[in-house]
Nanobody, 114 residues
């Protein structure tokens, strides 16, 4: 059984930082690309960041220079370090792994206030 569990969301003032974690069970992160998505109310889900098994990364234009995706293979965990948070970053953030099937966590809520 594959499970992805996100944590680290919460309330933060604009300009602050949060670090999200996604811990996987039943799947090996080190040989898979991991994605962070987010979805705000009334908006489409969008891809925020990707880290591949080769450690190449992708970031949405809206978060470039502010967010950093990383991995700790020993902990089977992927992180999303979010700096200089903006109110428009408010969303439910979910991690995703595509390994034959498409696996999703339930998400963690990030709320950024002024």
């Amino acid at each position: 059984q594959v499970q992805l569990v996100e944590s680290g969301g919460g309330l933060m003032q604009a300009g602050g930082s949060l670090k999200l974690s996604c811990v996987g069970t039943g799947i090996i992160f080190s040989i898979n690309a991991i994605n962070w998505y987010r979805q705000a109310p009334g908006k489409q889900r969008e891809l925020v960041a990707t880290i591949t098994s080769r450690w190449t990364t992708y970031y949405a234009d809206s978060v470039k220079g502010r967010f950093t995706i990383s991995r700790d293979n020993a902990k089977n965990t992927v992180y999303l370090q979010m700096n200089s948070l903006k109110p428009e970053d408010t969303a439910v953030y979910s991690c995703n792994v595509r390994s034959g099937m498409d696996y999703w966590g339930k998400g963690t809520l990030v709320t950024v206030s002024l």
